[in-house]
């Protein structure tokens, strides 16, 4: 599944989000779609320039605070997460539903090769 490639993601503050802000800019005009994913507990430590807190303001830039994987996931994909149901079980067409997928494949692609691996003295 393709991610954005507009949004930074870190657990590093200030000077991560100024870089990010910083590199946008000097690539050409701020569009309203960049910005930074971080951890939702450390947007209370923000401390950035006027400049870049002006770009926020006007939408120009953005800070997301996330407090979960699936919201970064969400923002980074612009597809649902996606939530277990009671069989244990994602809806389709979501983020999780696609990862769960994908490691059964690699699951099933492994059955029996450790097995054959040291039944052959390797």
Same mark, same amino acid.
């Given at each position: 599944m393709p991610s954005r490639q507009d949004i930074a993601v870190t657990g590093s503050v200030n000077q991560k989000v100024e870089g990010m802000f910083d590199v946008c800019r000097s690539a &050409? $005009? /701020?569009t309203g779609t960049q910005g930074v994913v971080i951890p939702h507990q450390n947007e209370k430590n923000l401390m950035l320039r006027e400049d870049v807190v002006e770009a926020i303001r006007e939408g120009k830039f953005n800070v997301y605070a996330v407090k979960t994987i699936d919201e970064g996931l $969400?923002? /980074? +994909?612009?597809t649902p997460a996606g939530e277990v149901d009671s069989k244990g079980e994602y809806q389709? &067409? +979501?983020v999780n539903h696609l990862i %769960?997928?994908?490691?059964g494949e690699l699951n099933d692609s492994m059955r029996g090769y450790f097995q054959g691996l040291? %039944?052959?003295g390797g």
């Amino acid at each position: 599944m393709p991610s954005r490639q507009d949004i930074a993601v870190t657990g590093s503050v200030n000077q991560k989000v100024e870089g990010m802000f910083d590199v946008c800019r000097s690539a &050409g $005009e /701020l569009t309203g779609t960049q910005g930074v994913v971080i951890p939702h507990q450390n947007e209370k430590n923000l401390m950035l320039r006027e400049d870049v807190v002006e770009a926020i303001r006007e939408g120009k830039f953005n800070v997301y605070a996330v407090k979960t994987i699936d919201e970064g996931l $969400e923002i /980074l +994909t612009g597809t649902p997460a996606g939530e277990v149901d009671s069989k244990g079980e994602y809806q389709e &067409g +979501t983020v999780n539903h696609l990862i %769960a997928k994908r490691l059964g494949e690699l699951n099933d692609s492994m059955r029996g090769y450790f097995q054959g691996l040291f %039944a052959s003295g390797g």
